[in-house]
Structure formats: C-alpha cells, structure tokens
C-alpha cells in the first residue's frame, strides 16, 4: 500500500493530489514504525509528518500554483542513475546485520545500559532524549530557531509593500 | 551475518523508498514536488534507523515489570530529533519557494532558468 502510494505519488501531477498522497504516505509510515515497537516516533511523525508538513504544504501551494508543468526532459537520465543507486545500496545492505538479530553491535554497545532506568523514567526514550544525550536535543532547538529565522528574514520583506492584512506564511 | 533476501527485507524498502525520492527530486522541475520527494526521502532514512533497533518478541522501550525485552531506544532517540529537524527544513524550503514564485512568478525551474538567461541576454546585448 505505501508502494501503491509513493508510485501514485511520483506519477500525479496535481500538485494538491501529491500533498494529500504524501500526508496519507506519513500515516502508513506512523503505522508501520508502530508495528517496530517505535511508538514515541510513530507518534511524532503522526503529527509533525502528516499534520504539520501538509498544513505547511498546503499553505505554500495556496500562494503558488497547484499544477506542475509537464516535465520537458526525456526522464531517462533521473531513472537510471535512480535505478543505479538502488543497485549499489542494496548490493551494501547485503552486508548489514539481518533484521531483528539480537546479536548485531547496535544491541550491544550502549542500549543495554540506557534500558537499567538510571535517571527513573520508565519510557527510556524520554530518559535518553532528556538526559543522556540532552545536547542533542539543544542542538535540534538551535536548528529548529534558526529555520524559524530564516523564514522570518525571507518572508516579512513581502509584507511591507502591501499592506498588512493577510498574513500567510509562517 | 549476510543472510538472503528475507532478512534484509527491510533494508530493501528503504532503499527502494530513497529512490524514489531520489527520483522525484531530480527528474521533476517543479520546486513544491521536489520537497516532497525530499520528504520521502527522510522518511525512508527513518526506516533504515528504526528497523535495525527492532527484536522479535520484544516491546516498546517503556519499562514495566512484565516485560524483559525492549527495542533498542536509541535510534528513536535519534530519529525523533531527525523528524523535528526535517519539518523545520521543509518549512524553511517552502519558504523559499513562496519567495522565488514572487520574484520570477513561477515555481518551474525550466522557467526559471530561461527568465534568468532571458534577463543575462538582455544585459550582454546592452553594452
């Protein structure tokens, strides 16, 4: 089903049609990242994912026109080098651990001493997001900041000249 | 280690996920279609993160006395930041989008590429 909609969703051409798509595309990841026992992630992708990055689509597509052009180029370029780069990755995901092997060195390294409830949380990712690797989640304040910035410095020059009665953007 | 297809079956999807994002990304003009071919991308980066942390029979990592075997917590860790970070970039990209279609009134790159050689043409012919 999520083929069915990444095909649809790289052949439509209405571009309100792609935006729908990829807010549905979110949800089947959602579900399919709580069939991997990620329900914090699956949460924030139900969210952010399908709720927010379609209201933010949506909301550029409303200042912009919402049919693509047909594409000009012969696509056969593109779909090579794609198929190209398939090949390669998945010739390299041979050599990766199988799935679910409890012996791989992921499972080995650092997880077991974050799952021994030392800060006295019991959702450990909450434990590790907060405390064990909190710079981390500093560092991702200071991106999220300097985007919110970047949009502000692009978006208010527009404003000015017209007068301040509809404010889209962010 | 190496097993057959079945066992990296998860890597398989993700692969194919990136590439098809790969692909609308460089074969589509259109600025808004590529953002979405770039969050497919991310997203297939999530499923290479989170599938690997997976293990048969265990749960999610909240601990309560009646399990013993928890999915490794770190890549949600990880992916969790990716996700946020993603949106932010997304919302920054269409943001940019919203501007280009103000400047030259269109969102196409062909278009834009030929108001740009339009307006050099007119500058070389000048002097």
């Known amino acids: ?170 | 280690m190496s097993g057959g297809l079945l066992e990296h079956f998860s890597h398989i999807v993700a692969v194919l996920l990136m590439v098809a994002g790969l692909h609308v990304v460089m074969a589509r003009g259109n600025l808004i279609k590529k953002l979405v071919g770039l969050s497919i991308f991310q997203t297939s980066v999530y499923l290479l993160y989170i599938a690997p942390g997976k293990l048969i029979g265990g749960t999610a990592p909240i601990l309560a006395p009646e399990y013993a075997l928890y999915s490794n917590p770190l890549p949600h860790v990880l992916i969790l930041t990716a996700i946020v970070v993603g949106v932010a970039t997304l919302a920054l990209g269409l943001a940019l989008a919203v501007r280009i279609r103000e400047a030259y009134g269109t969102i196409e790159e062909d278009e834009i590429t030929a108001a740009d050689n339009a307006v050099q043409d007119a500058e070389g012919a000048k002097p």
């Open chain 1, 1 to 170: 089903m999520m083929a069915l909609a990444v095909l649809v969703l790289v052949r439509t051409r209405n571009l309100f049609a792609v935006i729908v798509l990829s807010g549905i595309y979110s949800f089947l990841m959602a579900t399919l990242l709580v069939a991997l026992d990620a329900v914090d992630v699956a949460m924030t992708e139900a969210a952010v994912g399908a709720g927010v990055s379609t209201v933010l689509l949506l909301g550029a597509l409303h200042l912009c026109k919402s049919e693509e052009a047909k594409p000009v180029h012969r696509p056969w370029l593109p779909l090579s080098l794609s198929l190209a780069t398939a090949g390669l990755l998945i010739y390299g995901a041979l050599g990766l651990p199988d799935f679910a092997d409890p012996a791989a060195p992921i499972h080995r390294h650092v997880a077991p001493r974050y799952l021994q409830n030392e800060v006295d949380v019991p959702n450990v990712v909450t434990a590790v997001l907060a405390s064990f690797r909190g710079y981390d989640t500093l560092g991702e304040t200071t991106v999220v900041f300097t985007a919110g910035a970047g949009i502000i410095a692009l978006l208010r020059r527009r404003r000015h000249p017209r007068n301040e009665d509809g404010d889209h953007g962010k």
